[in-house]
Every structure is written in structure tokens, then in C-alpha cells.
């Protein structure tokens, strides 16, 4: 299993930046994706999550109304367009899989929001 993230950067308060997971080693479109965020001192935390097929998703509520997860399972590739980013967004954002009992996790991507 391999999880690339890419798309992370430097934004103002109010931008938007759009995240990327290119995924492979397994059956992509069989399982439910994730996105998750660690900021600097807090624990990581779970911010969007989306089935297989992509019919149904979730948000946590810091991000619900700002943040959308989506797939295209013909490309392996899990996305997290990120709108109205505001400071506290800052973090290190996370791809993630869960197979069987095992989670695997992409090397992450830095999104910083300032001024």
C-alpha cells in the first residue's frame, strides 16, 4: 500500500488550496478514504472521510461547509479541495486507509494559513 499526498502550501486566510492522494497497492475503490490533520503540539485528528464509491461522505465540524472530500476511482486519487482556510487549519494533512485491522498513512502534506 502506498499513499502520496501532494498540493500542500503556503495560503492567506480566506484562500483555498486543493489536496491530492494518489493511492496504489490495493483495491482502490473498494474501501473508504480519509483525510486526516496533526497541528504542531495537538493530536491528530480525522477531518473528512468518503466511501468507496464515493456516494457518502463526512466532515468533522471545524471544516464542514469549508472542506470536500471526493475520489475519482478511475485514477486511484483521493482529493480535499479546502475553501475559506483560516490560521487554525495549519497542519500537517494526512491520507490515510484502513485495511483489515491495519491503517496506513501517506508522508503527509504542510498546509500553513497566514498573513
Known amino acids: 500500500v502506498q499513499l502520496v499526498e501532494s498540493g500542500g502550501g503556503l495560503v492567506h486566510p480566506g484562500g483555498s488550496l486543493r489536496l491530492s492522494c494518489a493511492a496504489s497497492g490495493f483495491t482502490f475503490s473498494s474501501y473508504n478514504m480519509n483525510w486526516y490533520r496533526q497541528a504542531p503540539g495537538r493530536e491528530r485528528e480525522l477531518v473528512a472521510a468518503?466511501?468507496?464509491?464515493?456516494?457518502?461522505?463526512d466532515y468533522a465540524s471545524p471544516v464542514k461547509g469549508r472542506f470536500t472530500i471526493s475520489r475519482d476511482n478511475a485514477k486511484n486519487t483521493v482529493y480535499l479541495q479546502m475553501n475559506s482556510l483560516k490560521p487554525e487549519d495549519t497542519a500537517v494533512y494526512y491520507c490515510?486507509?484502513?485495511?483489515?485491522?491495519?491503517?496506513?498513512w501517506g508522508q503527509g502534506t504542510q498546509v500553513s494559513v497566514s498573513s
Open positions: 468518503i466511501s468507496g464509491s464515493g456516494g457518502s461522505t
Open positions: 490515510s486507509v484502513r485495511i483489515f485491522a491495519q491503517r496506513y
